[in-house]
């Protein structure tokens, strides 16, 4: 079982930066792939990064913006996001998964509560 608490997201101008933070309860931190995803209103979730040893994926739109990072002596996860834009407006969800380094939803069994990104132009 894995808890994740997201840090609060917050009201940000187009072009500007933000890091989300996910930390995770347990002692097998290591032993999962560690992903974000986000949902826009009207929209299906979807992958933004994901993060297993020191592998690292992420979808493309945010490919050169955003860098997911980890912790393991914090259990923690953190996704940097730069240069934001209005289209990355959505509720955040970090996400864990025992499917090795996965970026597919229905792969990540642990979810956390979500957190609300919003970009302004």
């Known amino acids: 079982q894995v808890q994740l608490v997201e840090s609060r997201g917050g009201l940000v101008q187009a072009g500007g930066s933000l890091r989300l933070s996910c930390a995770a309860s347990g002692r097998t931190f290591r032993a999962y792939t560690m992903g974000w995803f986000r949902q826009a209103p009207g929209k299906e979730r979807e992958f933004v990064a994901a993060i297993r040893s020191l592998v690292t994926y992420y979808e493309d739109s945010v490919k050169g913006r955003f860098t997911i990072s980890k912790d393991n002596a914090k259990n923690t996860v953190y996704l940097q996001m730069n240069s934001l834009k209005p289209e990355d407006t959505a509720i955040y969800y970090c996400?864990?998964?025992?499917?090795?380094?996965?970026?597919?939803?229905?792969?990540?069994?642990?979810w956390g509560q979500g957190t609300q990104v919003t970009v302004s132009s």
């Open positions: 996400a864990a998964s025992l499917v090795f380094r996965t970026v597919v939803v229905i792969d990540y069994t642990y």
